[in-house]
Nanobody, 123 residues
């Protein structure tokens, strides 16, 4: 059982930056993917970004491409989501997830989830 703990959410003005972190309780399998999803009130949980633990390749939703950067720290079993030029529409609860690469990676069907962290962007 892998436990994921997010941190780094908060309130920021439009155009500002935040850095979210997700720490795994144990080393994730090399065949795993770490991803971020977000869910605004009354909306579905949407894909934001993912990183393959082996190799470090990344993929982003069009809505965040060029503004968000996902990286990993193998030694600390942690991934970081750097969010720049934030917009009010980025306001949501952000969830970290982990799962095998064989899954449907753009859907919220991952094996493990964190508790979520609130990001609020004021206009």
């Amino acid at each position: 059982q892998v436990h994921l703990v997010e941190s780094g959410g908060g309130l920021v003005q439009a155009g500002g930056s935040l850095r979210l972190s997700c720490a795994a309780s144990e080393p994730t399998f090399s065949s795993y993917v770490m991803a971020w999803f977000r869910q605004a009130p009354g909306k579905e949980r949407d894909f934001v970004a993912l990183i393959r633990w082996s190799g470090g390749s990344t993929y982003y939703a069009d809505s965040v491409k060029g503004r968000f950067t996902l990286s990993r720290d193998n030694a600390k079993n942690t991934v970081h989501l750097q969010m720049n030029n934030l917009k009010p529409e980025d306001t949501a609860v952000y969830y970290c997830a982990a799962g095998p690469t064989s899954g449907r990676l753009l859907l919220p069907e991952y094996d493990y989830w964190g508790q979520g962290t609130q990001v609020t962007v004021s206009s």
